[in-house]
């Protein structure tokens, strides 16, 4: 994964491009670590919060705590954000250098939600 830091941020990349978003950061990550993803809606990229939550309880469940490689976290920024959990941290776009960074759990934004899959 350490490959993935650093990549800039590109709406709709994938990070084959050298380059990525934060909803194919998740789903690169969840793949290197042979895990499911949610069915990929083309509509989360306009959608509402509240859309995006109702599709990822769909394919999981919220976790509060005991978070493992490949969660998926849900961060509010300047509107919200897709993560993934790796390393006891978080693989995100940062906000201030516009490119995939990690970030300590300790860290994490108060405002952060956590899922896992249910097959997981």
């Known amino acids: 994964m350490l490959d993935l830091i650093g990549l800039p941020y ?6 084959n491009s050298g380059k990525t978003d934060c909803i194919n950061l998740v789903y690169e990550v969840r793949s290197r ?13 306009t959608a509402s919060r509240i859309t995006v939550l ?18 998926v976290a849900l961060a509010s920024q300047s509107d919200w954000a897709f993560g993934v959990v790796w ?9 201030l250098s516009k490119a995939v960074a990690w970030f300590p759990l300790a860290s994490k934004p108060s405002r952060c939600r956590f899922f896992r899959g249910k097959s997981n």
């Open 87 to 95: 390393q006891t941290g978080i693989l995100q776009i940062s906000e």
């Open 54 to 71: 109702r599709a990822l309880l769909t394919w999981g469940g919220e976790v509060d705590s005991s978070l493992y490689d490949g969660d």
């Open 33 to 45: 670590l042979g895990l499911s993803c949610p069915p990929l809606q083309a509509d989360w990229y």
């Open 10 to 15: 590109e709406l709709g990349a994938h990070p």
